[in-house]
C-alpha cells in the first residue's frame, strides 16, 4: 500500500493481472458461459455489460471460486490458479462484492470488519484492539464521517454496507476487486462516493471488475469494457472507442431510443389530491395526479420519495393533511383500506416485501383478486386460470408455465408478476417504488412500455425512482423531494438531469 | 400460435414438471420410507403386523397427535410455533371429565362436551390475542402457556383423576361405524376437510402467503393478523376436540396424563412432513405422512418387543435423519455427485428460465 500518492495515478503501467482461458460453465442443458476469455489489467476499471442471463453473475462466481468452470484456465500473473472456495479466491487476492453485502447484521462495522483476522494478542481479542483496526481503515480510505465503527451493520445503509463488504476486500489487500451492481440500491451521492473509492484503488494498482446495467456509469468510469450476452464475450475494448448506443445495440440488438415509449395517453379526472399530508418521515406534501398520467417523484435516497408512498398506501400514519381519492376524501390507515378503495403498490424492495418466492406464478398473480375469484370462498380455479393466463400474456411475462416457482424467474419477469398481480386488481392509482432496480436493458424497455400502457387504460401512475434517466423519459410531471419535502415540480419538457439534481441537492439555480 | 397448442403445449411441460416434481417432493419420500419401513415389519412379523386389527391400532394411536398435528401444520406453515396444544388438551380433557362426572344423563355429556371445546378455544384466543395484539413470538407465548395450561389441569382437579361414568362422553370412544372407532372417523373428516380447505379455498392460500412473506401478504392487502388470530384459536378448538376423546378413552379426567407431549410429538409430525420452521413450506398431506410414519414406527417397536424405555430414542433420532435427507435432496445432483465435487444449486443458475 505505498502507492497511493497522487502523483503515481497517471503513471502507473497497465499489465494483465487476471487472465480467463476459454472458460465454459453449463448448468444441465443450459450454457451459462461458453468459451469466455477475457483479460483484467491493474490499473483499470473494467465494465462489464450484459443482459441478466448473459453470464456476468456466473463468471463472477467463478471468479469468486462459488463455481468451477467446465473447462477452461484462470491464469493469475501469469500462473495458472485453481479457485475451490472463496477462500482460494481470497488467498490470491481476488474479492468480489455482491449486490447485497454479506456481513453479519447484529455485529458492529468494526466486528464484521475483522471477521476471519481478529487483532489478537495471544489470543486474546479487545473491543478496543478491533475498533482502533477499523477505524484505522475507515480514515485511510476516506470513509471518515460516512462510516462509523461502531454503528451495527443492521443500522446501515446499502451504501454503507457495500464500503463496508469493500473495506473488508482492502484490509485482505485485494488485487482484483468485482463489485456486481454496485450502485443499483444506492442514491446519486452514495454512488459518487462509491466512486472516488474505486478510483484511488484503481490508482494504486487494483484491477477493477464493474459490473453495472447503467451504461453512464460505465462509460464514464471504466477504461475498457467487455460486453456479453448469452454467455459468449461479444465485444471488447476501449470504452472511448465504443458509444453507447453501441453498447446497447451489443447488449441487446436495440437502439437506446427505443427503450421509452412515446407518451400518449390523455390527462384524465384527478385520481389522487394529497395536501398538506405529514407523517412521521416527510412533511406537508402536497401532490396531484391525474388519470393517465405518470407522475415522477425524484430526490436522493432519505429525502422521503418511499414515504410519501407509504403515507399513500396507509403503511404510515399521517398526523395531518387529507388525501382524496377520486374526489373522496379517505383516511388510509392500512394498505387494506388503501386497495379497497383503489390503490395499489409495487414496492421498492420487491423480493422482501412484494412477492412469495416459493410460491408459483399463479399464486403470485392472482392473491390481490382472490377473493372475487371465489364463491363460497372456494376459488373458482377455472376463472383463475384464465385470468392469470390472461394477465401473464398481458404483461409479457417469461416463465416455463404459470405453475413456476416465483424464484426460478429472473428479476425483470419477477417485476412483470408483481405489474400482473396490480393489472388485475386494475386500481385506480398504481404506486411504482424502483420498478426498473436490478433489470436488464431489455426487461426495462418492456416494463416502460407497459407501464404507458397501463396510463393509456386511464390509469395514473406515481413513480418513484432513483435513475433520473428513466424519471424523464416516462413521467410526465417530476416532483422533486429533499428532507421529506416537496421541493419543486418541474414538467417533462423543462426537465433535465441537471435540474433535478440541483433541486434534489437544494442548489440555487445559475443564470 | 392457436389456443389449442398453447394449452397443449402447456399441460405437456405441466405434466413432465410433475413427475419430477413428485419424485422430488417430500411426500414421495415419505411414502417410500412408510413403505419401507411396512415391508421390514411385515417380513418380521408376518402374521400381526398387516392384520387389519393392527392397522386400526396404528390409526387410534394417532388420534391425538393426527388432531395436534394438523392445525400444527397451519401454525407452522405461518412461520410459528405452538408448544402449548398438548397442554390445552390435558386442561380440556380435565374440564370434560369434571363437568361429564356431574351427571350421568346424556345432556351431561353433552354440556361436558361442550365446554371441553369451549374452554379448549378459549386457550387458543388466549395465545391468539397474546401473539397477535401483544406482539410476543409464538415460541414465547405458547412456552408460557406449555405451563400455565398444566398448572390450571392441576388447579381445577386439585391433582386428582376423575373417573366418568357418563354414557355419552363413553360412546365417543366407543361408536364404530363400519368398525372403525368413532375418533378415527373424526381424524379422518378432519384431514380431508383441512385438506381442501388449504387447497381450494381462499383462506387457505392466503395462509400460504402470510407465511411466506408476511410483508408482502399485507402490501398485498391481507390482513395478517386475522389469519394468525383465527390459526392459533383453532388450535385450541382442536385441542378442545382432542381433550374430549382423551377423557373418552381414559374413561376418566387424569391430570397426569401426559398430554402436553403430544405438542412436540405433533411438531415432529408435521417437520417429518416437509414442513419448514420458517414458514409458507408445508402440505396437510405431508403432515398426515409424517404422523403415520411416527404411528408405524411406535406400533412396529411394540410388535417386536422393543422396551417401552428405548423406544423414545429411534423416534427421536427419525426426526434428524428425515430432515437430513430433506435437505441433501434439495441439493441433490447426480452429475455433481458422481464427480464427488461441491456443486451449486443448479436453479439458481437455472434462471434463465425468462431469458431463454
Known sequence: MTLSSTQDVRTG??????????????????????????????????????????????????????YQPDSGEIVLDGEVVYLRSPHDAHALGIHVVYQEPELVPFLTVAENLSLGALPSKAHRVTLRGIIDVAERLIVEHGFAGTISATQLVSDCSPAQRQCVEILKAIRDGARVLCLDEPTSSLAEDESQRLWDLMERLRARGTAIIYVSHRMPEITQLCQRVSIMRDGKRV???????????????????RPLSRMFPVRDSARGAIAVRMRGVTTHHVSDIDLDIFAGEIVGLSGLVGAGRSEVAQALYGIDRMTAGTVEVAGIQRRLRSPRAAIAVGIGLAPEDRKAQGLFLDRSVSDNVSLSVLRSLSRWHVVRRRVESQLVDSMTKRMRVKSRSVHSLMRTLSGGNQQKVLLARWVARNPQVLILDEPTRGIDVGAKAEIYQLINELTRAGMAVLLISSELTELIGLADRIAVMREGRVVGEVNRKHATEETLLRLALGMKEEE | MTETSVTARLRGGSAKAGVIAAVRSTNFSLIIAIIVLMAILTVLRPTTFLTFDNLLNIAVAAVLIGLCALPQTLVILTGGIDISVGSNVGLSSVVCALVAAQSPSAGGGVLAIVLALAVGTAGGIFNAAVITFGRVSPLIATLGTYTAFQGVTYIVTQGKSTAVLNSTLNNVNSVQIATVPLPVIILLVAVVALALFMKFTDFGRNIYAVGGNPTAARLAGLNVNRYLFGIYAFVGFIGGVAGIILTAKQGAGVPASGAPDLALQSITAVVLGGAALTGGIGTISGTVLGVIILGVLANGLLLLNVSALYQPVPQGLLLIVAVLVQQRRGHFDLRGFLRLRRDPIPAAALKADGTE
Open chain 1, 13 to 66: 503501467v497497465s499489465t494483465p493481472v487476471l487472465t480467463l482461458r476459454g472458460i465454459s460453465k453449463r448448468f444441465g442443458p443450459v450454457s451459462a458461459l461458453d468459451d469466455v476469455s477475457l483479460t483484467f489489467n491493474s490499473y483499470e476499471v473494467h465494465g462489464l455489460l450484459g443482459e441478466n442471463g448473459a453470464g456476468k453473475s456466473t463468471l463472477l462466481r467463478i471468479l469468486s471460486g462459488d
Open chain 1, 235 to 253: 465485444a471488447d475494448g476501449l470504452t472511448s472507442e465504443l458509444s453507447q448506443d453501441e453498447m446497447i445495440r451489443l447488449m441487446v440488438g
